[in-house]
């Protein structure tokens, strides 16, 4: 059975980087489309970016630069950096398995990190 | 980017009933690369429905999804009180993918 944990420090000070990993169990992460989907509290989704195992990336326009996802085959595990934080990116940072590199849909999950941007 | 809109935002109905949830996209999303997902509270979205009317591995027939081009629609036959959460729509034709706002189905 597929499981995707997020991992990462839930409070990070603004203008710095946000560093979550997320480890996949029960799957091989070449086999698949890797990507990071955040939701602001009380508010919807927002997919952010994915990976391929060769490293290949897409990213969402609308974060610019801010974004960087990457991948580690030896751990089974991608990971998402999101740099010069405010606290508009307060939020719960999903990781999330789509079917393939053009936008997916996504059919495995992990549970969310939430994620506050404070001093 | 696809703009999808949602409506009800929220639907009171009771268990027994049959619900329809409405997406409508800012333009036609191609190959019918419509999705719907359901999303408890404090829990990740669970994938119902994907290339418009296929259900995910799992999904019980009462629901199902239809829709073509610019219209969606995710109808649930007979509601069962689990079924009682935020349902988003996604259309991942074009890039981004992008979500609806989500309707909230509650009980009524």
């Known amino acids: 059975q597929v499981r995707l944990q997020e991992s990462g420090p839930g409070l990070v000070k603004p203008s710095e980087t946000l560093s979550l990993t997320c480890t996949v169990s029960?799957?091989?992460?070449?086999?698949?489309?890797w990507s990071w989907v955040r939701q602001p509290p009380g508010k919807g989704l927002e997919w952010m970016g994915n990976?391929?195992?060769?490293?290949?990336?897409n990213y969402n326009p609308s974060l610019g630069s801010r974004v960087a996802i990457s991948v580690d085959m030896s751990k089974n595990q991608f990971s998402l950096k999101l740099s010069s934080l405010t606290a508009a990116d307060t939020a719960v940072y999903f990781c999330?398995?789509?079917?393939?590199?053009?936008?997916?849909?996504?059919?495995?999950w992990g549970q969310g990190s939430l994620v506050t941007v404070s001093s | 980017e696809i703009v999808l809109t949602q409506s009800p935002g929220t639907l009171s109905l009771s268990a027994g009933e049959r619900a329809t949830l409405s997406c409508r996209a800012s333009?036609?999303?191609?190959?019918?690369?419509l999705a719907w997902y359901q999303q408890k509270p404090g829990q990740a979205p669970r994938l119902l429905i994907y290339?418009?009317?296929s259900r995910a591995t799992g999904i019980p027939d009462r629901f199902s999804g239809s829709g073509f081009g610019t219209d969606f629609t995710l109808t649930i036959s007979r509601l069962e009180t689990e079924d009682f959460a935020v349902y988003y729509c996604?259309?991942?034709?074009?890039?981004?993918?992008?979500f609806g706002q989500g309707t909230k189905l509650e009980l009524k």
């Open positions: 290339g418009a009317s």
């Open positions: 996604q259309q991942y034709g074009d890039s981004p993918c992008s």
């Open positions: 333009q036609s999303v191609s190959s019918r690369y």
């Open positions: 029960g799957d091989s992460i070449s086999a698949f489309f």
């Open positions: 999330a398995r789509g079917l393939r590199f053009q936008p997916s849909h996504f059919d495995h």
């Open positions: 990976v391929y195992y060769t490293g290949s990336t």
